[in-house]
């Protein structure tokens, strides 16, 4: 079981993280309406680069979304108690890993297993 003085540890970095998707995900809407409301007529390379920048923010933006989600529902796991423990096996992660991902709901194992059923 984990201390609470651990869960704390990754409740501020899990916090951290979530103000951090935020701003990015803030400076990414106003860069992608700079390139919307951008008025002036553009020759073909500038619209094809504006056509890859919108992508790029946009490919962006849903994974920092995705990464946002799994942070959220970390922090839920805190609140009921689950926190620490993977969803597949039911056994405690290891401390380690959950200092690299704090928001993991799997064990090196179990995201192993999922990964090779995924390629089959």
Excluded: W
């Amino acid at each position: 079981m984990l201390e609470p003085e651990f869960i704390e540890r990754m409740r501020k970095e899990l916090l951290r993280m979530r103000a951090e998707i935020l701003q990015q995900l803030k400076s990414d809407d106003e860069s992608y309406r700079e390139i919307i409301d951008d008025e002036n007529p553009k020759d073909p390379v500038d619209a094809a680069s504006d056509d890859i920048d919108r992508s790029n923010l946009d490919a962006l933006s849903f994974a920092e979304l995705q990464r946002l989600k799994m942070i959220e529902a970390a922090l839920s796991r805190m609140e009921n108690g689950l926190y620490g423990i993977c969803a597949d096996t039911g056994k405690p992660i290891p401390r380690a890993r959950l200092e690299a991902i704090p928001y993991t709901i799997l064990s090196v194992e179990a995201q192993t297993a999922r990964e090779k059923a995924k390629k089959r």
